[in-house]
C-alpha cells in the first residue's frame, strides 16, 4: 500500500516536473489576502500563482509619449463630419416644413414633389455648411491655441469659442463682432462647465470620453 502511495507520488512529480513543475504551494490563508479585482476566487488546488492575475496596469498599450485621451486634432475630424451631418439633417427636416407650408395650397402632383424637395435640398445644404464651417474655424483655433500654449484645457475650448463666434460674425461690422464673441463665449462656457460638472459637484464621473 505504501509503495503504492510512494510510486503515485512519484508519478505526479514527476509529471509536474514534466511540465514545468516545482510550483510554488500556497495556504488557503495566503490565497485569501491576494486582491483578485474582476475575477471569480480560484481554488486553492489550482497551481497558479493569483498574484500574476492582478492587473494593476492599465490594459492598452500606447506609443511612447501619446497621451491617454485623443487631443483636438483627432478630434476635429469627427466635430467637423459630426457637424456637417448634423446640419444635413436638420436642414432637410426644416426644408420639408417650409416646402409643405409653401405648397399647402397646391395638390399633391409632380410639381409640388419637386418644389418641396429642391427646399430640402437647399435648407439641407445651407445648414450643412454653416455647421460645418463652425465646427471647421472652432477646431482650427482649439489646435492652433493649444499648440501655442503647450496645454490642453478649458481655457482653450472658451478662448476657441469666442474666436469662432467673432470670426463667424465678422461681416456684420464691430457689432456682429461683439455679438458673435458674446454667443461663441457663452456656448463654450456652457460647454467647459457641463465637462467639469462632476468636478464641481463633487460626484464621481460617469461620462465616457
Not at 503515485?8 to 500556497?26: E, W
Not at 439641407?124 to 465646427?135: E, K, P
Request: with cysteine; charged share 15%.
Amino acid at each position: 500500500m505504501d509503495n503504492n502511495s510512494q510510486g503515485s507520488g512519484g508519478v505526479k512529480a514527476g509529471l509536474g516536473s514534466l511540465f514545468g513543475g516545482g510550483a510554488p504551494q500556497y495556504s488557503n490563508t495566503e490565497l485569501a489576502g491576494v486582491p483578485l479585482t474582476g475575477m471569480s476566487p480560484l481554488s486553492p488546488y489550482l497551481n497558479v500563482d493569483p498574484r500574476y492575475l492582478v492587473q494593476d496596469t492599465d490594459e492598452f498599450i500606447l506609443p511612447t509619449g501619446a497621451n491617454k485621451t485623443r487631443g483636438r486634432f483627432e478630434l476635429a475630424f469627427f466635430t467637423i463630419g459630426g457637424s456637417c451631418m448634423t446640419g444635413a439633417t436638420f436642414g432637410a427636416l426644416n426644408g420639408f416644413r417650409m416646402g409643405l407650408k409653401e405648397t399647402r395650397d397646391m395638390a399633391w402632383s409632380k410639381p409640388r414633389n419637386v418644389q418641396i424637395l429642391n427646399m430640402v435640398t437647399r435648407q439641407g445644404a445651407s445648414w450643412a455648411n454653416t455647421l460645418g464651417s463652425i465646427a471647421l474655424l472652432y477646431s482650427a483655433f482649439g489646435v492652433a491655441i493649444e499648440k501655442a500654449r503647450g496645454a490642453e484645457d478649458d481655457i482653450n475650448t472658451v478662448a476657441a469659442g469666442t474666436l469662432t463666434g467673432m470670426l463667424f460674425k465678422s461681416g456684420g461690422g464691430l457689432k456682429g463682432v461683439a455679438r458673435g464673441g458674446l454667443v461663441g463665449l457663452a456656448l463654450s462656457s456652457a460647454y467647459a462647465l457641463y465637462n467639469n460638472w462632476d468636478h464641481l459637484t463633487g460626484s464621481p464621473s460617469s461620462r465616457l470620453y
